[in-house]
């Protein structure tokens, strides 16, 4: 039973997102609502609301609780947006958008975690997400443009191509800079002139690696 002393690890899980300036209430209740230890390793478990970045299959890693609220909510997301990401890896952030949003189209290269991610989100009633293996650098034209896209893989830099697939004032967040090292969040805004470009915070992610992955 929760007490004073003890309290519950989802309590806790939330104060320390506030604590660390993320605000946005309906950000929050997601982030409190969507189960972490159905995204994590089975071993994992009951590391899923330690603020890291956990292991899982096919040497990739979940994304650091407070790096998933923040990036959410620095999208602004609207009840109307459809939403890409690149970079399915467990499910989780997917499944987090998909509570914001109208539709969220995600992408993996690898199958083994889109086939795992699209069991988790179908198990949690995620019927506005459609996972799909693919390369977030090839993106097929018939899935149109988005309100929003979030990459959560590495990239050199943002192709144009990508930024292209932005509907009008559109906004697209991605880590930015070295594969193995410090990246920068970047957040780029369509305007009517072209993009306006802000950097937000130091992160580090798995690298965007091209094409679909060989191994599954
Ligand atoms: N958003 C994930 C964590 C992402 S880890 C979560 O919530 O768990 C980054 C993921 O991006 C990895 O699974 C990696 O395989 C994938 N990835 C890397 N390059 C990619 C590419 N070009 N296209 C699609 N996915 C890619």
Redesign the pocket.
């Known amino acids: 039973m929760p007490d004073a002393k003890n309290p519950p690890r989802k309590m806790m899980f939330q104060l320390g997102l506030r604590r660390r300036g993320i605000s946005d209430q309906a950000v929050l209740r997601v982030m409190e609502d969507v189960p972490r230890e159905l ?1 994590v390793e089975p071993a994992d478990r009951d590391d899923a609301y330690r603020d890291t ?1 956990l292991g ?1 299959a ?6 650091q609780p407070f790096v ?1 609220a923040y990036m959410t909510e620095q999208l602004s997301l609207q009840k109307s947006h459809h939403v890409l ?12 958008l998909s509570r914001l949003c109208k539709w969220v189209l ?5 199958r083994t ?1 889109a086939d795992r ?1 699209r069991k988790r989100l179908e198990d949690l009633g995620c019927d506005n997400v459609e996972v799909m293996v ?5 993106i097929p034209a018939g899935v149109g443009n988005f309100d929003r896209i ?4 590495a990239m050199e830099q943002i192709p144009d191509a990508l930024a292209e697939r932005l509907e009008p004032e559109g906004v697209l967040i991605a880590p930015v800079g070295p594969q193995h090292g410090v990246q920068t969040l970047v957040r780029l805004v369509r305007t009517e002139s072209g993009f306006e470009r802000r950097e937000l915070v130091d992160v580090r ?9 060989r191994e599954l």
């Open positions: 995204f970045a899982i096919c040497g990739q890693t979940i994304s998933v990401e690149i970079g399915t890896g467990s499910g989780y952030q997917a499944a987090i995600t992408i993996e290269r690898y975690l991610a693919g390369d977030g650098f090839d979030l990459v959560t893989a992610f798995v690298p965007a690696l091209p094409g679909i992955a």
